[in-house]
């Protein structure tokens, strides 16, 4: 008879993959170990995280602050904006739409250059 193995339950098993089982001694001079931990401090992750990104990308950004959700949200806000005079001018016609629709857009580019540029 052939036994059926009991299901214990729990988190499933981490593939062996994306199990992290390999361990790194770095030794730095004061130089580098100053611009690591600025790095650490500007990004918002830990020393481990940064040294996986430095080497998965070769970069490190920020994580996302608060004025950031700010500038998403009142992106969010003006697409809805643009959608509803878009639904509006294909209703009553491009002619008077227009000018409200460039000053929209314009507002949109400058919050992107913002968050572009801020990151």
Not at 16 to 30: P, T, V
């Amino acid at each position: 008879m052939k036994q059926i193995p009991i299901h214990k339950g729990g988190r499933p098993a981490i593939s062996e993959g994306r199990r992290k089982k390999y361990l790194l001694s770095l030794r730095l001079d004061a130089e580098h170990y100053f611009k690591l931990k600025s790095l650490v401090r500007t990004s918002g992750h830990g020393t481990a995280e940064v040294l996986r990104l430095l080497i998965a990308a070769g970069h490190v950004r920020e994580r996302l602050r608060r004025e950031h959700l700010d500038f998403m949200s009142q992106l969010k806000g003006m697409a809805r904006n643009l959608n509803q005079l878009t639904r509006l001018a294909h209703a009553k016609g491009f002619t008077g739409i227009v000018s409200r629709h460039a000053a929209i857009v314009v507002e949109i580019e400058s919050l992107l250059k913002n968050l572009r540029d801020d990151r």
